[in-house]
């Protein structure tokens, strides 16, 4: 399974974004994936996750500002961000969770301004 990132930009503290993860094969059998995002210089970190059945985890960071959800039937793991912050900029990328099982894709940047 490939996976490919998007929805990525430069955005005003404040702002909105919302990232899409397509992947290229089923996702319906994976019980739980996430959003991991990596800041510069920084370790990569768990941003959000969501089970197959809809159940969600956030990051304390991020908890009431961002929305995981999943579209089993388009392949796609999606996150609404809002209310972001310049400490949000990082790069996106989507995968399994708590195992990574497939390779990372480009992830997409996100760039907050102040």
């Known amino acids: 399974v490939q996976l490919v990132e998007s929805g990525g930009g430069l955005v005003q503290a404040g702002g909105s974004l919302r990232l899409s993860c397509a992947a290229s094969?089923?996702?319906?059998?994976?019980?739980?994936m996430g959003w991991y995002r990596q800041a510069p210089g920084k370790q990569r970190e768990l941003a959000a996750d969501?089970?197959?059945?809809?159940?969600?985890n956030y990051a304390d960071s991020v908890k009431g500002r961002f929305t995981i959800s999943r579209d089993n039937a388009k392949n796609t793991v999606y996150l609404q961000m809002n209310s972001l912050r310049p400490e949000d900029t990082a790069v996106y990328y989507c995968?399994?969770?708590?195992?990574?099982?497939?390779?990372w894709g480009q992830g997409t940047q996100v760039t907050v301004s102040s």
């Open positions: 995968n399994t969770v708590p195992m990574v099982l497939f390779d």
């Open positions: 094969g089923s996702i319906f059998s994976i019980r739980r």
């Open positions: 969501i089970t197959n059945g809809g159940s969600t």
